[in-house]
Structures are given as C-alpha cells and as structure tokens.
C-alpha cells in the first residue's frame, strides 16, 4: 500500500559523492522515521541513518561527518547525502519509511528495492 522509489546510486571513485532519494507514496496518512539501510554481500543490513518527522538524526559511527541525511515531509521524501566515500561504504542501499495508512490508521513498514552504491579505490 506503500511504495519506496530510490534513485541516485552509482558508482563512484573514494573520495568522491553521491546523493540518494527516496520518496514514498501511496494511501500515507502520515510518515514517522524515514532512513537508510545498507547491504554489503555477504554481511547483514545495517542502519545507516534514519530521521524524524521533526528531522532529528541518527546516524552510525563510521558514516557520522560524512553523510548527511534530510527529508522534504511535504513531498514523503527523504535523501541521503553521501561524502567522502570509501570503499567500504560499497553496498546495496535501502530506503525504509514507517507511519500510518488513511483511513484505517493501519501501521506500515515499507523497504524500497534497494539502490547499488560502488566506490572504487
């Protein structure tokens, strides 16, 4: 009832930067935390960062500096902007958007498709 549409992956030399987005749409009523999620292979997902209604931050230690995470509540959106990247920031990147549906107030907890982020070294 709720899809995630990513975009702005790539492939990227260390250093360099990338931007994600992430909008969300369908029977939204309203949108809590909206974050990122990333996937190395052969490693678990791992939060990268997530962010409020009221846009408070959260992000994990090796990303913080580096990234930046925002979100634009009228349009459902969310971006991640990354910079600095290093090889280790390669991985499959997944948006991730709870809150509640119209009308039935039902819950929802919605992953995007994933987005591929390569840095070379």
């Known amino acids: 009832q709720v899809q995630l549409v990513e975009s702005g992956g790539g492939l990227v030399q260390a250093g360099g930067s990338l931007r994600l987005s992430c909008a969300a749409s369908?029977?939204?009523?309203?949108?809590?935390?909206m974050g990122w999620y990333r996937q190395a292979p052969g490693k678990q997902r791992e939060l990268v960062a997530t962010t409020t209604t009221g846009g408070n931050p959260n992000y994990r230690d090796s990303v913080k500096g580096r990234f930046t995470i925002s979100r634009d509540n009228a349009k459902n959106t969310v971006y991640l902007e990354m910079n600095s990247l290093k090889p280790d920031d390669t991985a499959v990147y997944y948006c991730?958007?709870?809150?509640?549906?119209?009308?039935?107030?039902?819950?929802?907890?919605?992953w995007g498709q994933g987005t591929q982020v390569t840095v070379s070294s």
């Open positions: 991730n958007a709870n809150g509640f549906l119209i009308g039935t107030m039902q819950a929802f907890d919605s």
């Open positions: 369908g029977r939204i009523f309203r949108v809590n935390v």
